[in-house]
C-alpha cells in the first residue's frame, strides 16, 4: 500500500464530493489515501487557507464548487503548484443544462435546502428509529415497508439507510418461539420483506457480537450452528407461507440491500396504483 494526499474542496457540507471520491478510490487496491476536507469554502480567504493546505501537503484536488470567482482561484493555484484540479460535477451539470435547456443556479448547498422532501426524509428517518426492532407494531400500516429477519440480519442499518431515501421503513426481529405481532399478518399498505443470511456467516457475525459485549459464547443456540440453522430455516419457511419476498444478504452491502428494496417498494406502488 502506498499513501496519496487528496484533497476534497466543497463550497457545502462536502458529501457529494466524499461519496464520489470514495467511490472511485475503492478502484484502487494499493492505494491508502489520505483525505484532507475542505468544506464550507465561500470566501476568498477560505480558498487562500485552503491552498496553503495543498501545497503543505501536495496531492489531487477534487472539487464542487458554483462560484467562478473562487473556482478560478482554486485552479490557478493547483496550476502553480502543478497538482490536478478536477471538477467532479461539471460534466453532469453542463450536460444536463444543454439538453433542458435552463441556465445554472450557481448557488451552492442546493441539495441541502430545507424543503418538503428534507421534512419527509426527517419524518421517515424518525419513523425508523421508533419501529425499531418490533416497536410500536400497532403502527405498522403506517410504514411503507416492514423488514423481517432473525438476529443480525442487517435490519436496523437497511431501516436507517431506507429513511435517509425518505422511505419510511420498521423492521420486526424473528426470534425463536417468540410471537410475531399479530397486526404483520394483517397489513394492507406496507411492502413486508424477509431478510436472510447464510448460517455460517450468521454464526461468526454473532460470536463477534458476543465478543465486543464480553458475553460468554458457551451454551447459547444463538451461536450454535444446528440452532441457526433451524432458526434461518423456520424464517424462511415464514416468508413463504406468507409469501414475502425474501433477499439474501449475505454477500450485500447495506446499500445493496437497500437498493434493492427501494426496486422492489417501487414496483410495490405500481400495481398498487
Known amino acids: 500500500m502506498t499513501s496519496h494526499h487528496l484533497h476534497l474542496v466543497s463550497d457545502a457540507t462536502g458529501e457529494t464530493i466524499n461519496s464520489v471520491a470514495r467511490a472511485c478510490l475503492v478502484q484502487f487496491g494499493d492505494i491508502e489515501p489520505i483525505e484532507h476536507v475542505w468544506s464550507l469554502i465561500r470566501t476568498r480567504g477560505q480558498m487562500e487557507k485552503c491552498l496553503k493546505g495543498i501545497e503543505k501537503t501536495p496531492g489531487p484536488v477534487l472539487f464542487t464548487l458554483v462560484n467562478d470567482s473562487l473556482r478560478n482561484v ?6 502553480r503548484l502543478n497538482v490536478p484540479c478536477i471538477p467532479v460535477l461539471d460534466p453532469i451539470i453542463h450536460r444536463l443544462s444543454a439538453w433542458f435547456g435552463s441556465e445554472i443556479t450557481g448557488r451552492p448547498g442546493l441539495q441541502h435546502a430545507l424543503d418538503a422532501e428534507y421534512y419527509h426524509r426527517m419524518e421517515a428517518m424518525e419513523f425508523a428509529l421508533s419501529h425499531d426492532d418490533g416497536q410500536l407494531p400497532n403502527e405498522l400500516n403506517l410504514a411503507d415497508v416492514v423488514l423481517l429477519g432473525v438476529s443480525r440480519t442487517s435490519k436496523t442499518p437497511t431501516c436507517i439507510y431506507l429513511a435517509n431515501r425518505g422511505i419510511k421503513a420498521a423492521n420486526i426481529p424473528i426470534v425463536p418461539n417468540c410471537a410475531l405481532p399479530v397486526s404483520l399478518f394483517s397489513l394492507t399498505r406496507p411492502l413486508v420483506i424477509g431478510l436472510t443470511k447464510e448460517p455460517g456467516s450468521l454464526v461468526q457475525i454473532r460470536r463477534n457480537r458476543l465478543r465486543m459485549i464480553a458475553r460468554d459464547q458457551d451454551e447459547t443456540d444463538y451461536v450454535d450452528p444446528d440452532a441457526v440453522r433451524e432458526e434461518v430455516a423456520m424464517a ?9 419476498t425474501v433477499i439474501d444478504v449475505t454477500r450485500r452491502s447495506i446499500e445493496e440491500t437497500a437498493a434493492t428494496v427501494m426496486n422492489l417498494y417501487a414496483r410495490h406502488q405500481e400495481a398498487a396504483e
Open 74 to 79: 482554486l485552479l490557478d493555484g493547483c496550476r
Open 236 to 244: 424462511r419457511k415464514l416468508c413463504g407461507k406468507n409469501e414475502w
